[in-house]
């Protein structure tokens, strides 16, 4: 059997058949390629989703970490050492009799 074809050439049953499985394999790539789109659309998403809590933990632990160095400043400060060391340890401040300087050679 002879298909009609351009400029009034048949086309054979056979090219045909090869012009429809050609067809098949575009029509199969075209649906995998969507659904490949799909995938990483949803991929790309979750990541996304992924990072934006990943930010807001690294937010929440530089937070933590500004409020700890404050919180050492506190602990470390003269005032707070000075005033512990007269209260607990009954220390105080040497009179100018009292000190001593070790010379080196």
Do not use: F
Request: aromatic share 6%; charged share 20%.
């Amino acid at each position: 059997m002879i298909l009609p074809g351009r400029k009034g050439k048949g086309v054979s049953k056979g090219t045909a058949k090869g012009v429809n499985k050609l067809l098949s394999v575009i029509w199969v790539a075209v649906i995998c390629s969507a659904l490949s789109v799909v995938y990483v659309s949803h991929l790309c998403r979750q990541l996304y989703n992924e990072l934006s809590r990943l930010e807001q933990d690294a937010n929440t632990l530089q937070v933590e970490w500004g409020r700890y160095l404050l919180e050492q400043s506190s602990w470390a400060s003269l005032s707070r050492i000075e005033r512990l060391a007269k209260s607990r340890l009954q220390m105080r401040v040497p009179g100018a009799e009292e000190i001593v300087v070790i010379r080196q050679n």
